[in-house]
């Protein structure tokens, strides 16, 4: 059965440092997806991973994705308070079944 | 905004009764998933339908059913509630279906369904 770890589950963090979010899964997986929710609101997709080696960035945030190790990595450069939200990482094989990890609550403080 | 609708934003019903939630994909989106997001249960997958047709199941109860009409709306419908099915009902759509390692669409949640069974 696929499953899927994130750690941590919560961190805190002070502006401008820098942190990384990890996500193991157990079996192969076609596609890794990483989203953010704010308190109350809905999903925001972020990145969409498909290959070994492939990494995507978007402001301050970089994700990374290694399949042999079957692992990816929300990296976070320089953080600053937006960026306090839940973040979770997903992985689907070709069924579509998507498997969530338990979510990262980041928050970050000045 | 996504650009994804649901409709209630909240319902409160009692155990044992049967809701309708509605989703309407983004315009020009043939998939449609239903997530239910609990304390306890975390981010599930519950049921996705591409053009009309189911394509992919989750941990979806039998309680539970689902489709998609012709104008690409769905529809969760919600039986014999009981007090654990108590969640946010999220609607996600995509322009397709991924069916292959290589090809991947981003989903777009909508804002969700706010259920409480009392």
């Known amino acids: 059965e696929l499953k899927v770890e994130q750690n941590p589950l919560f961190l805190s963090m002070q502006e401008g440092k820098n942190y990384t979010i990890y996500c193991n899964y157990s079996?192969?997986?076609?596609?890794l997806y990483w989203y953010r929710q704010d308190p109350g609101k809905s999903l925001e997709s972020l990145f969409v991973l498909l290959s070994n080696g492939a990494v995507k960035q978007e402001g301050r945030l970089m994700a990374s994705l290694d399949t042999k190790a079957r692992l990816s990595t929300l990296h976070i450069t320089a953080a600053v308070h937006d960026l306090s939200a839940t973040y979770f990482c997903a992985v689907d094989k070709s069924n579509n079944d998507m498997r969530f990890g338990a979510g990262t609550r980041l928050t970050v403080k000045p | 905004d996504s650009g994804v609708t649901q409709t209630p934003k909240h319902l409160i019903t009692a155990t044992g009764q049967r809701v309708t939630l509605r989703c309407s994909p983004r315009?020009?989106?043939?998939?449609v998933y239903w997530y239910q997001q609990s304390l306890d249960q975390g981010l599930q997958f519950l049921i996705q339908y591409y053009n009309g047709e189911e394509r992919a199941k989750g941990n979806i109860l039998e309680r539970f059913s689902a489709q998609q009409f012709p104008d690409l709306h769905s529809e969760l419908n919600l039986s014999s509630l009981e007090l654990g099915d108590s969640a946010l009902y999220f609607c996600?759509?995509?322009?397709?279906?991924?069916?292959?390692?290589?090809?991947?669409?981003?989903?777009?949640f909508g804002p969700g369904t706010r259920l409480t069974v009392t």
């Open positions: 996600a759509s995509s322009v397709g279906t991924g069916t292959s390692e290589s090809v991947a669409y981003e989903q777009y």
């Open positions: 079996t192969t997986s076609d596609r």
């Open positions: 315009s020009g989106d043939l998939s």
